[in-house]
């Protein structure tokens, strides 16, 4: 039996890269140094039950991302989310209805990476640092200072820093990654043991601190007795926060919720906050996958396309077509 395909990063490109590969019979191994998959689709259990402290909702615009959405809708992985949305702009909030169909993962979001990885062999809690190539084998070293392999191919699948370091043996496909910005985002999750009285579900914000905010019980299959709120702030404001204290975001976002949501809002019953260092690329890319198919590396994620769960589902797949056209 030929030597796995090592996939480094759970989230969605590297389980979409997975799927696919294993849908081809080619046997994969997963890793990744959370102690979950999901990466940016990861949800945060918490006091208030768990919450979504990343990718909100996704939206299908490309077709066969659209079909493969249905599959999962059938599985009861996702489910639709219909939000009275609402926008606030130069201090007024106003209701900001939409035809857009929005996707979030049942019971939580990190449920689709969980039902996507299935029975696939995975190593949590193990950060790569280095991918070294064999005579006839690629290997991956650990944290720890543990070796992994032999492997037959192996993709990158995270954020475009950490991709950068473990693309060292393609020096193009290492450049390319290190080429790509990430903004940050600081996100802050609120649970209020009475229910605020508004009629908002969703909102985007302008001229705020906040660029989003969501009513994270009013998506399908959210059970919790608090009502749960998640708040991101935009780029600018992150970026400029970046080291501040997560007790400091937290009163920051409150103050900045409690002004424009248009009713009473009492200190929370629950609060934490979360940054994501590398939340979005900067710029949507057109480049699909990064490929060295001689040398058998390649790296995808969002930051390959749109920066978004969409992006980032298609990117695996090209990942997995690239490596599986050149068996
Ligand atoms: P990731 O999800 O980042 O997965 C990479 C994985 O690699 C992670 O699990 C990480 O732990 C692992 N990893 C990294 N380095 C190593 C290493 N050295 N060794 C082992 N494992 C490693 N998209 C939308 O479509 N809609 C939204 O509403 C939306 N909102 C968002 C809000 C926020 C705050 C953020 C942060 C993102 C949001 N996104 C949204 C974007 C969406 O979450 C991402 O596009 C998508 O989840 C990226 O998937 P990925 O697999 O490319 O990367
Ligand atoms: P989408 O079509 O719902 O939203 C795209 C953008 O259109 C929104 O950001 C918003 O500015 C605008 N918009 C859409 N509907 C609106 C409405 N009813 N009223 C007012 N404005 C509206 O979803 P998408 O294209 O799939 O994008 C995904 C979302 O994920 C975006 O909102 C994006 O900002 C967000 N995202 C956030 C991060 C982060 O780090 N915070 C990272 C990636 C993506």
Redo the contacts with the bound molecule.
């Keep these: 039996m030929s030597a796995p395909i090592a996939i ?7 389980l979409s890269a997975a799927q696919a590969l294993h849908a081809a019979g080619q046997n994969v191994e997963l ?4 102690r979950g ?5 990861a949800s945060k259990r918490s006091d208030a039950g768990a919450v979504d ?7 299908a615009r490309d077709r066969r991302f659209a079909e493969v959405v249905q599959q999962w809708r059938d599985r009861g992985w996702v489910a639709e989310w219909s939000p009275s949305l609402y926008n606030f702009s130069e201090g007024r909030l106003l209701p900001s209805p939409d035809e857009q169909i929005r996707w979030v993962g049942t019971p939580r979001m990190s449920a689709i990476t969980r039902a996507l990885l299935g029975a696939l062999p995975v190593n949590f809690g ?4 280095e991918v070294f190539r064999g005579e006839r084998h690629w290997g991956l070293q650990d944290a720890e200072g543990l070796s992994h392999g032999p492997f037959s191919h192996v993709i990158v ?3 475009p820093p ?1 991709a950068a370091a ?1 693309l060292a043996a393609a020096p193009k496909l290492a450049g390319t990654a290190a080429s790509v910005a990430m903004e940050p ?1 600081w ?1 802050v999750a609120f649970g209020f043991s009475e229910p605020l009285d508004t009629r908002v579900e969703g909102c985007f914000l302008q001229d705020s601190p906040l660029e989003w905010m969501a009513r994270n019980r009013s998506k399908p299959g959210r059970e919790t007795s608090l009502d749960t709120w998640v708040l ?1 702030a935009t780029s600018a404001w992150s970026r400029q926060h970046l080291d501040l204290p997560k007790e400091a975001v937290i009163e920051h976002l409150y103050g900045a919720f409690a002004e424009m949501i248009g009713c009473a809002v009492p200190a929370p019953n629950f609060s934490l906050a979360h940054r ?1 260092l590398y ?2 690329p900067i710029q949507a890319h057109q480049w699909g996958a990064l490929a060295d198919a001689d040398l058998g590396l390649y790296a995808c ?3 390959c396309l749109s ?6 589902w298609l ?1 695996g797949q090209e990942a997995a077509r690239r490596l599986l056209e050149h068996l």
């Design positions: 480094i990063g759970t989230g969605m490109a590297g890793f990744d140094k959370s998959s999901g990466g940016r689709m402290l990343g990718a909100q909702y996704f939206t193990c950060r790569i640092t699948a995270t954020p950490q473990l985002t996100a991101h994501w939340a979005r994620g969002d930051w920066g978004r769960v969409e992006g980032a990117s």
